[in-house]
């Protein structure tokens, strides 16, 4: 098991401009979440996806959207790119247990996309 | 709202130096509270979470609530130990699952 993908490694991009960002979970996880990480600073939660939709977000503009696909991969979508998106995007993910509906309380990290915007 | 405080940028330690690297936190309700690692040019995996009241890698965490404080700890620090550290915490059941995290400590230990 790889563990959680995620691509493209690096990304340059323009003021303005949309990119797309793609992670695959862990083998046996359903749940995706998504984080930036500034320079400097700890992640901070973008949001979370789950059953194909999002479950919760965190104080990011609607700039910042996803997309969860049926077989539990993600994609996160940033339009009209400022400099401030410049930062390391992580991709975790973990599973709900079964009989219980409980989400596990481990995230498992990708080695996250780094986006530089110019 | 949720917060995490991680006081210390950086710390430096001799081997075999005890060694703390403090968190605290502001929460509304009972969290859960973790410590993440991350080595140079790995992934940032779990080092260990308040609820499993386990050691690894002989580090150790305990959750005051008294003064809302996860302080990781270690009696002898080994080289092998130098990386970022990042604690964490998110909401317990429901639906509040996201991590929020502090903002790092970088430790190097020192031969």
């Known amino acids: 098991d790889a563990g959680v993908t995620q691509s493209p490694t690096h990304l340059i991009k323009t003021r303005g401009q949309q990119v797309t960002l793609r992670c695959s979970p862990k083998?046996?996880?359903?749940?995706v979440s998504w984080y930036q990480q500034a320079l400097g600073q700890g992640p901070q939660f973008i949001f979370q996806?789950?059953?194909?939709?999002?479950?919760q977000r965190g104080n990011f503009p609607d700039r910042f959207s996803g997309h969860q696909f049926p077989n539990y991969s993600s994609e996160l979508n940033v339009n009209a790119l400022l400099l401030g998106d410049s930062a390391l995007y992580l991709c975790?993910?973990?599973?709900?247990?079964?009989?219980?509906?409980?989400?596990?309380?481990?995230?498992?990290f990708g080695p996250g996309t780094r986006l530089t915007v110019l | 709202a949720q917060r995490v405080t991680q006081p210390e940028k950086l710390l430096s330690v001799f081997k075999g130096a005890p060694v703390e690297l403090k968190c605290n936190y502001s929460?509304?309700?009972?969290?859960?509270l973790f410590w993440y690692v991350q080595y140079s040019r790995q992934r940032l995996q779990l080092l260990l979470r308040?609820?499993s009241r386990e050691s690894i890698k002989g580090f150790t965490a305990d959750l005051n609530k008294g003064e809302t404080s996860f302080h990781l700890k270690k009696p002898f620090a080994q080289e092998e130990d130098s990386a970022m550290y990042y604690c964490?915490?998110?909401?317990?059941?429901?639906?509040?699952?996201?991590?929020?995290f502090g903002k790092g400590t970088l430790l190097t230990v020192n031969p």
């Open positions: 975790a993910s973990s599973f709900i247990m079964r009989g219980t509906g409980r989400r596990t309380d481990t995230q498992y």
């Open positions: 083998s046996g996880h359903d749940t």
């Open positions: 996806y789950y059953e194909e939709e999002e479950r």
């Open positions: 929460y509304s309700g009972s969290p859960e």
């Open positions: 308040h609820i």
């Open positions: 964490a915490l998110s909401g317990r059941g429901g639906s509040n699952y996201k991590l929020t």
